[in-house]
């Protein structure tokens, strides 16, 4: 890279956050739009009311808040008051606020997002480079298989697959059965002090060890059944990235120079045919910590996409609104972070 | 004279070349055992859902004391948890669901449901996403802008919970479901073509096109589109399995209008207190929907090899 480059990057970098911002903003606007434009089990108020109110009592509640006011202007007070740090109360949490809420459940959420990502980088980018490697034979056909199964299985279907198999039947036949819900077991839930919140992390700086195996056996379920479904996309790209590259000219002088094969792979072709699959796990992971609300719901995993799945169900807009612009900015921001990587990966990208 | 002649012609030999390639293409799914099988596959279902109600009475399917009446001898029944349930077994291939139904003429009844949503779904977002982003990518400037930015943020929406939101909204009806589904699906279309049509506008004979004086309309409809429609099938078949995903999904989720309703998410879900009891409920309509997706994801994905030429060889 040149320092012409540089300044470059430096404005179309500039240029993208700023449309990051526009597109926050309307993220923001429809969720507005949708869980406060229409009367519906969203209404506003409902955490401010109770049963034993007046008509019109709550009236003067809806009045002194501003539920009454025109849309936009509702849209102005929630924005002001977001940057002020007031996210508003969650009636899903029973009026705990709800930045609260998000912040303790998120932690959850990031853990088994790792979890996920590694077991998905390491069975699927291993799959694509034999799926390439063996281009058109058994093994080609039977990784294809397994990436297509992965991509075709519907999420909740193959964790309760997971659930039966690992903690029904494993335990019907007398061997170790791994867990089928929660983030950890009931008796252990405050032997480790929480630090960061998530589970494995804790158990690990408290250096308890039955904790973090019991944290540890928790997640797997989880984080495989995500895993599956996703290794799929991964595999697919390596392999075609893979068969892309074993074509360049590069490859074939590498190999006319009397290159061992393996050498010629893993030195020369594997370093280039990772740029495509680096960018996908990147997003995978933007992807999942927005919460696999599928997955986290059948595990009933404490993660953000649980409870968004809750907030829905009890009209809860304040955590949705809070959720849906969290994890938009993490979406937005990885994509834009993918993009830069790019240039610097692959020197032939020019901005 | 002369010139009509020349003009068939090349008419001819046009078509001779499309019917050539497409002779080659047919071929070269023959050599893909996967692809074939995939392709057999699609063709078994649709068949099957054209004929669901055919070979599955829905009169006879939905009476449920008459699944009721074989299941009192049963170990798993009791009044308290799934009162008509029987196991797999002799009388019922697949055993029965929550109500009593036979399972298998069930999951046979709800295939043409979450065929027909997949197929309304993916034509109407190829439709709506194809024509926008034809018409951004020829229009360009502000209107290409425009319409990019609002899909950047239809894209940075986390998965499904626009979806939920809006079915949530807007009540349990199929139609409900199906724009949730769409909302979330038409940007990639967008996208996909405006790319696509980027790059054919470029090219020397839209600008032959052009200088002859060819209404724009007529430039982007029956030569641009055309010519880059591969990219925009291989996505439509790999979609109709992702919708069909999604779309189960709500069902199973809760977001279903009835719970009697044949849907293979449905379904399922009447299996979600009942998994480790019951697993039948839940393994077979999810194995259903798996081996649908699978079907037309081996097409799509063989498709896109045998569309693009560079994979060829």
Known sequence: ?351 | MTETVVQTDTRQSETKARIAELKYALYLMRQNPLVLTGLVLVIFFVVLAAVATLVVSPDEAFKLEFGQSYCWSSSIFSWTQLEATCPPGTNFILGTDGFGRDLFNMIILSIPLDLEIAFVIVAIATVFGVALGAVAAWVGGKFDEAILRITDIFFAFPGLVLALVFAALFGRTIQTLTIAVLLVWWPTYVRLTRGQVLVEKERTYVEALKSIGVNPARIVLFHIIPNSIYPIVVQMTLDIGGVILTFSALMFLGFSPSPALPELGNLASDGIGHVFTAPWLIVFPGLTILIIALAFNLVGDGLRDILDPRLRR
């Open chain 1, 1 to 351: 890279m040149v320092a012409g480059d540089t300044v470059k990057i430096y404005e179309y970098v500039i240029r993208r956050l700023a449309l990051m911002i526009f597109v926050l903003f309307g993220v923001s606007a429809i969720v507005f739009y949708l869980a406060r434009g229409f009367p519906s089990a969203f209404a506003p108020w409902a955490q401010y009311i109770t049963f034993r109110m007046k008509p019109s009592q709550i009236q003067a509640i809806i009045v002194a808040h501003g539920f009454d006011q025109p849309l936009y202007i509702q849209y102005w007070y929630w924005l002001q008051d977001v940057f002020h740090g007031d996210w508003g109360f969650s009636n899903w949490a029973n009026g705990l606020p709800t930045f609260e809420v998000f912040a303790s459940r998120f932690p959850f959420t990031v853990e088994l997002t790792v979890v996920a990502v590694i077991m998905t980088v390491v069975i699927g980018i291993p799959l694509g480079i034999l799926s390439a490697l063996k281009n058109n034979t058994a093994a080609d056909h039977v990784s294809r298989i397994i990436a297509l199964t992965g991509y075709s299985t519907p999420a909740y279907w193959f964790a309760y697959i997971l659930q039966l198999v690992f903690f029904y039947y494993f335990y019907v036949w007398g061997l170790p059965n791994l867990p089928s819900s929660g983030a950890i077991s009931q008796g252990l839930a405050s032997a480790v002090p929480t630090v960061t919140g998530m589970p494995l992390v804790d158990g690990i700086l408290a250096g308890n060890l039955t904790y973090t195996a019991d944290a540890f056996a928790h997640v797997i379920l989880p984080a495989f059944n995500l895993s599956f479904i996703s290794l799929g996309y991964l595999a697919r790209i390596v392999r075609a990235s893979m068969l892309e590259v074993l074509r360049q000219d590069y490859i074939i002088m590498a190999r006319s120079k009397g290159l061992s094969e393996r050498v010629v792979i893993y030195r020369h072709a594997l370093r280039n045919a990772m740029i495509p699959a680096m960018t996908l796990t990147g997003l995978f992971f933007a992807g999942l910590l927005g919460g696999a609300i599928i997955t986290e719901t059948v595990f009933s995993w404490p993660g953000v996409g649980y409870v968004s799945l809750r907030a829905v169900f009890q009209g809860d807009s304040n955590f949705l609104l809070l959720y849906s612009l969290v994890t938009a900015l993490i979406i937005v921001s990885s994509n834009l972070v993918v993009d830069v990587m790019y240039v610097f990966l692959d020197p032939r990208i020019k901005y």
